[in-house]
C-alpha cells in the first residue's frame, strides 16, 4: 500500500479508476479509516463514487467496528451517488443494520432492492434471526421459495440458526 500510495499522491490527474483502486486496497487491507480519509478527499475533488467505490467502502466499514451513525452516513451517500440500490450493495446494507440491530432498516433496504438474490434473501432471514425473530425469518424463507428462488446450503444453515437462536 505504501508504493501504491506514492504512486496515487504523484499522479497529477487521478479518475474514478485511480480512486477505487486506492479505496479498494485500504478496503482489502483492513484499513477502514484510510479507506474513509480517501473516499472523504474523493468528494471534495469533485469526483463522484461509482458502484465499485461504493461496494469497497461498505465492505471496510461492515468488516470493522463500524459505527451506526458512520454506516448510516454511507449509505445517504450510496442513496445520493445511485438512485436504486445494486444487489451487493444492498446486501451490504442489510448485513450492516441486522449487526446493528436495525431491523427496520433491514425491511427498508430489502424491499428497495429492485433486484434480489438469493444472498439478500438469505441476509434478510439471518437478520431477522439475529434480531429475534425466528417467525418472521422462517415466513421470509416461505417467501423466497414461493418466489422461485432456490435456497442454498448458507440459507439453510441461516435458518436452523435463527430457529435455535430463539429457542
Not at 129 to 138: L, Q, S, V
Amino acid at each position: 500500500m505504501e508504493d501504491a500510495c506514492y504512486i496515487f499522491e504523484s499522479m497529477s490527474e487521478r479518475d474514478v479508476v485511480s480512486w477505487n483502486a486506492m479505496i479498494g486496497g485500504y478496503a482489502v487491507q483492513g484499513f477502514a479509516d484510510d479507506a474513509l480519509r480517501l473516499i472523504r478527499s474523493m468528494l471534495r475533488a469533485g469526483m463522484i463514487p461509482d458502484s465499485f467505490t461504493l461496494g469497497s467502502i461498505m465492505k471496510a466499514l461492515v468488516g470493522g467496528s463500524t459505527s451506526l451513525d458512520l454506516g448510516r452516513q454511507i449509505h445517504a451517500l450510496v442513496l445520493k451517488c445511485q438512485s436504486k440500490h445494486d444487489v451487493a450493495i444492498g446486501n451490504t446494507l442489510i448485513d450492516m443494520y441486522s449487526k446493528s440491530g436495525e431491523i427496520e432498516d433491514v425491511k427498508q433496504v430489502f424491499n428497495e432492492m429492485e433486484q434480489k438474490n438469493v444472498i439478500s434473501w438469505t441476509s434478510l432471514i439471518a437478520g431477522y434471526g439475529k434480531n429475534g425473530y425466528r417467525h418472521k425469518a422462517i415466513a421470509m424463507y416461505k417467501k423466497m421459495e414461493s418466489e422461485g428462488l432456490k435456497p442454498n446450503d448458507v440459507t439453510f444453515l441461516t435458518l436452523l440458526f435463527a430457529c435455535s437462536h430463539v429457542g
